[in-house]
Each structure stands twice: as C-alpha cells, then as structure tokens.
Nanobody, 125 residues
Framework: VQLQAYGGGLVQDGGSLRLSCAASGLTFSTYRMAWFRQAPGKEREFVAAISARGITTSYADSVKGRFTISRDNAKKTVYLQMNSLRPEDTAVYYC???????????????????WGQGTRVTVSS
C-alpha cells in the first residue's frame, strides 16, 4: 500500500492550497480517508475525514468552514482544499486510510492503518 501526498508549499496568510493524496495497492473505494497534520513541537492532530463513498465528512473545529475534504474513487485520490489559511495552519499534512467501515469517522491517528509520507504547508504572516 502506498499513499503519496503532494501539493504543499509556501502561501501567505489568507491564501489557499489544495492537497492531494494518491493511493495505490488497496481497494481505495472501501477505505475511509483522512488528513492529519503535525506542527513543529506538537502532536499529530486530526484535520478532516471522509467516508468510503464520500457521503459523510468530519472536520476539526479549527478548520471548519475553511477546509474541504473530497475524494475521487475513480482516480484513487483524496483532496484537501484549504482556504483562508492562517499561520497556525503551518504543519506537515499527512493522509491516512482506515479500513474500518462499521463505525463513525474516526479522529484518532492510531486507528488508521496506512499513512502517506506527508507534505509541508507553510503559511507566512
């Protein structure tokens, strides 16, 4: 299984970025997907999750209304559209896959089975 995240970069306060995560080696349409992030000196935290068919989503309070998670099962890719970025959004962003489907969307990193390598997002003030 491979999850490859990309799309990070340097952006100014208030700007936008779109992250992508391409999956291979798994039946993508049966996995719930999520984005987490880890800022320097901090623990990894949940950002957003999406159900296997893309019907249900969940967001951290800190990103609600600014970030949107989506997926394209035909392309085996999950996206994170990030608008109105703030300096506190600076972090390495990771995508993750969860094979469990018989519960609500999960927000704890240890519950996820596969992880991408991360893509760095830096928001300058």
């Amino acid at each position: 299984v491979q999850l490859q995240a990309y799309g990070g970069g340097l952006v100014q306060d208030g700007g936008s970025l779109r992250l992508s995560c391409a999956a291979s080696g798994l039946t993508f349409s049966t996995y719930r997907m999520a984005w987490f992030r880890q800022a320097p000196g901090k623990e990894r935290e949940f950002v957003a999750a999406i159900s296997a068919r893309g019907i249900t989503t969940s967001y951290a309070d800190s990103v609600k209304g600014r970030f949107t998670i989506s997926r394209d099962n035909a392309k085996k890719t999950v996206y994170l559209q990030m608008n109105s970025l703030r300096p506190e959004d600076t972090a390495v962003y990771y995508c993750a896959a969860d094979r469990v489907t018989n519960s609500g969307l999960r927000k704890i990193s240890i519950d996820y089975d596969y992880w991408g390598q991360g893509t760095r997002v830096t928001v300058s003030s």
